[in-house]
């Protein structure tokens, strides 16, 4: 199946730092990604949708300014968590719709663990 | 008008056996719905997906049966391993690619 990369796979950082989440899908172009967040035990939770070349759309409730995504090439979006605080940390992953496949499929990146002290 | 719910929450199997895990959806303008498996700590992997114009689709052990009259579907996991003990999700896609999840099945299959 299609491969989509996250980096860091977890990252710690100190509360009042920023920290950037890379998401690649590597043997298909995406117009589009999406990053969730997840906690333990739930289910995965739509923080927003990265565009290529055009501003980010954001679910109901997530602070644009505090989670800023950047898609400046169609196979790399980031997610930059600034000002980080404890109640940030979470596991973050990112997904992208591969336009190649019969089914539009959507393929998931391995997450990334952030971790706020 | 949004939701998909799966049940059951948490299910046991014995090595061997099936594995059902149900999911419901309300609306009708979702036009694909995936199955994915998650370990602990892993991101999710796509298991098998299918088109609402199709009532069933058959990957090795793995089935989805689509009802789309009901507005449901199911996975079904025949000859359950231990090693397919992990969360799976069902999935619903909607307008621009958004997809919304059910809540999660945790399968345990025993040795």
């Known amino acids: 199946g299609a491969v989509v990369s996250q980096h860091p796979s977890r990252v710690i950082c100190k509360s009042g730092t920023s920290v950037k989440i890379e998401c690649r899908s590597l043997?298909?172009?995406?117009?589009?990604m999406f990053w969730y967040r997840q906690f333990p035990k739930q289910s995965l939770m739509l923080m927003a949708t990265s565009n290529e070349g055009s501003k980010a759309t954001y679910e109901q409730g997530v602070e644009k300014d505090k989670f800023l995504i950047n898609h400046a090439s169609l196979t790399l979006s980031t997610l930059t968590v600034t000002s980080a605080h404890p109640e940030d940390s979470s596991f973050y992953i990112c997904?992208?719709?591969?336009?190649?496949?019969?089914?539009?499929?959507?393929?998931f990146g391995e997450g990334s663990w952030l971790t706020v002290v | 008008q949004q939701q998909v719910k799966q049940s059951p929450q948490s299910l046991i199997v014995q090595k061997g056996g099936i594995s059902i895990i149900n999911c419901a959806y309300e609306n009708t303008a979702f036009d694909y719905f995936p199955w994915y498996q998650q370990f602990p700590g892993k991101g999710p992997a796509l298991l098998i997906a299918i088109r609402p114009d199709v009532s069933e689709k058959k990957e090795g052990r793995f089935t989805i049966s689509f009802n789309k009259s009901a507005k449901q579907f199911s996975l079904h996991i025949m000859d359950s391993q231990p090693g397919d003990s992990a969360t799976y999700f069902c999935?619903?896609?909607?307008?621009?690619?958004?997809?919304?999840f059910g809540e999660g099945t945790q399968l345990t299959v025993n040795p």
């Open positions: 999935a619903a896609r909607s307008e621009g690619s958004r997809l919304t």
């Open positions: 043997d298909f172009q995406a117009t589009t």
């Open positions: 997904s992208a719709r591969n336009p190649g496949s019969s089914l539009g499929s959507i393929y």
